[in-house]
């Protein structure tokens, strides 16, 4: 503890004695300083106990003690001390009670005790006290250092909450709980994860304090990491603001949390090149090398059925836009203990995660955050060079070539339609007809059937709908006829017009199945 004014009272060589502010005693001492000018307030930095003898004050004149003492008091000097025998043989009355009304103390210095030792009592105090700190930040290092090579960031966290007297929480970089000490401590630690995410599109390092005399308790929130883009985050919840020993604890555990992250990310992109020699050799057809060089690393990923996703960005936006859904994926399978294998190929991401697992549940997520986003209304619609991602049906270590083709597949149909996110199977499970809707279907289609609309314009029959009557009822003469109110035999006459004007025989499957689909793309717009 720093030295207050009531230790200073309490030391038995100092003998000073209380004339006013009696209830205000327990205040922390920066410094004792001795100044006779009128106004010292210029030099006063706030929190020292200033030493006088009214050298150069009116000390009698009620009204100046008054406005000297409320100047003092607003320049947050803690407290005054009077020198007697000096100057005045007793405190003048007009000080004492301008320093009771404005509440601050008044300690009175016998001629026998010099300022300076008054100096020297608070010096030694303030030294002890620092040696204090120091020694118990010293000794909590050790034990979070200690902490760190034994249990982890759990261990780090644990340590940190006692020596705070208060609770610890790890995020990590989607700025979820990791971990939080003690137990108790992860419900409140998730209530701030919004300003988790304030803090992380800040450049690291930053820190923030969110809370205060008002809220539950004071919470420091710190980012962790070396890079651009901090990798994690630490929040320290205590009843008061941070001590320097606290702060020595605090500040310890930031480096250990830090080298802990910048190590897991030498590891991580060890774990990628393996990854992508994994991903070379399943795409290669050589499930069984695939295995063997994996090892352990990613669990059962390799037995299950598991999902391959391809996601892609233009060169400008990459970075930004596939390192947050990597950042998205790998912390929703971490959450949950599923492995999954990401390999990053330039403007590409390629994921393979488990089927039904976190981490296809936490990319669909994000693409669907990032549809919303760039949908609404003042945004307009997304243009071709935002995220897209493709998910493949599921699959197993031998057809992993076929997943990679899928998901691609359905990248390209995300890309045509504008969208972030398609699934193979929603291909295979809908209709070919949307697929029309691409602009050089239109045009072939366009060119396809314009002679028969410039023929129909002038009016000399209806070609085009005979056509697609015709072709609905699979060239069923009378069916088709019925359907148009016409004779047979007019139907017949139209479809020999049909083959006249395009030069092609209706009885190819191939040309009835191109006019069809011609029909089709021209009728969706």
Known sequence: MPPTLASLVHHSALKLTVRAGEDRLDVPVRWAHVSELADPVPYMEGGELLLITALKLDAENPEAMRRYVRRLSGAGVVGLGFAVGVNYEQVPEPLVDACAEEGLPLLE??????????????????????YRAVTAGFAAQRELTRQALNSGPEGVLGVLATQVDGWAALYDASGAVVAAAPDWAGRRAARITAEVERLRERPAPASSVVGGPDHEDRVELHSLGTGRRPRAALAVGTAAPLGTAERYAVHSAIALLTLTTERSRSLHAAEQRIGTAVLR??????????????????????????????????????????????????????????????????????????????????????????ESA?????????DENDLVVGLSAPAGPTAAALAYKQAGQALSVARRRGRVFVEHEQLAAGSVLPLLADDAVKAFADGLLRALHDHDATGRGDLVASLRAWLSRHGQWDAAAADLGVHRHTLRYRMRRVEEILGRSLDDPDVRMELWLALKATSTE
């Open 281 to 370: 050799m399943l795409l290669a057809g050589e499930p069984d090398h695939a295995r063997a060089v994996a090892g352990d690393l990613y669990g059962g990923l390799l037995d299950a059925p598991f999902r391959m996703i391809v996601a892609e960005s233009p060169a400008g936006t990459a970075g930004e836009s596939l390192g947050e859904l990597t950042e998205a994926v790998e912390s929703a399978a971490a959450r949950s203990g599923e492995a999954v294998l990401v390999v990053p190929e330039g403007e590409r991401l390629v994921v393979l995660a488990a089927d039904g697992g976190t981490a296809v549940a936490a990319c669909a997520t994000y693409a669907a955050a990032r």
């Open 374 to 382: 760039r949908t609404a209304p003042e945004q307009g619609r997304a």
């Open 109 to 130: 210095v016998p001629r026998r005790t010099p300022f300076l030792a008054i100096s020297k009592a608070v010096s030694a105090a303030i030294a002890a006290d620092q």
